[in-house]
Every structure is written in structure tokens, then in C-alpha cells.
């Protein structure tokens, strides 16, 4: 069993910056995060591998978003820029035990967060 526990999220006005951290109670292989707004389909956000030597971004959050590592704490961080109303959704800290490619999906993932909203303002 892995237990995820995210911190951080809130209301920040378009432009503006969060961060959201998650935290493990085990090593796990990949880690991600995904965004579900409401009426819609939970989504990949980002992802990060083991040694988070690799890191994987979905198109719509490229150079405003990044994901980062630390295995030594077994946490993961989603650090958001240049926010847009877009970007509301309640974000959920993903972490799978076994090793796959699959980067993307939501069924690649076992073991999930609770879910921390963000809300950005226009």
C-alpha cells in the first residue's frame, strides 16, 4: 500500500504562481499529476520517473509548468507559472508500484491522492 498525501493548491489571479506537493509513504516508480475539472475527463498534467531523470508535461501546461523529484523524501512537486483560468481543476498527485511505459493514462497509475483544487481567477 502507498499513501499519497498533497498539500498546497488554492485561489491565485491569472499569471500568478502555486505549487503542489505530494508526498509518498514509499518509493514508488513513476509519479504524476492529473486535473479534473468539473464535467470533464480527468487528464495528464505531468509525470516524473524514478530517478526523474525523465519528465513528461501535457502540451497545455509545456514551459509553465514542471514536475520535480525527491527520492530522498519521497515527494513530488508540480510547480505552476504564468496560470490561466484554464488551469482550475482539482489536481491529483498519481504513483504506480510496477514498472510500465505507459506515462499517460490514469489506468497506469494504482495508487492515488485525495485531490487539492486550484483555481485561478480572470
Known amino acids: 500500500q502507498v499513501q499519497l498525501v498533497e498539500s498546497g493548491g488554492g485561489l491565485v489571479q491569472t499569471g500568478g504562481s502555486l505549487r503542489v506537493s505530494c508526498a509518498a509513504s514509499?518509493?514508488?516508480?513513476?509519479m504524476g499529476w492529473f486535473r479534473q475539472a468539473p464535467g470533464k475527463e480527468r487528464e495528464f498534467v505531468a509525470a516524473?520517473?524514478?530517478?526523474?531523470?525523465?519528465?513528461y508535461l501535457s502540451d497545455s501546461v509545456k514551459g509553465r509548468f514542471t514536475i520535480s523529484r525527491d527520492l530522498a523524501k519521497n515527494t513530488v512537486e508540480l510547480q505552476m507559472n504564468s496560470l490561466k483560468p484554464d488551469d482550475t481543476a482539482v489536481y491529483y498527485c498519481?504513483?504506480?508500484?510496477?514498472?510500465?511505459?505507459?506515462?499517460?493514462?490514469?489506468?497506469?497509475?494504482?495508487?492515488w491522492g485525495q485531490g487539492t483544487q486550484v483555481t485561478v481567477s480572470s
Open positions: 498519481a504513483a504506480r508500484t510496477y514498472y510500465t511505459t505507459n506515462i499517460y493514462s490514469p489506468l497506469a497509475y494504482d495508487y
Open positions: 514509499r518509493r514508488t516508480f513513476s
Open positions: 516524473i520517473t524514478l530517478t526523474g531523470d525523465s519528465t
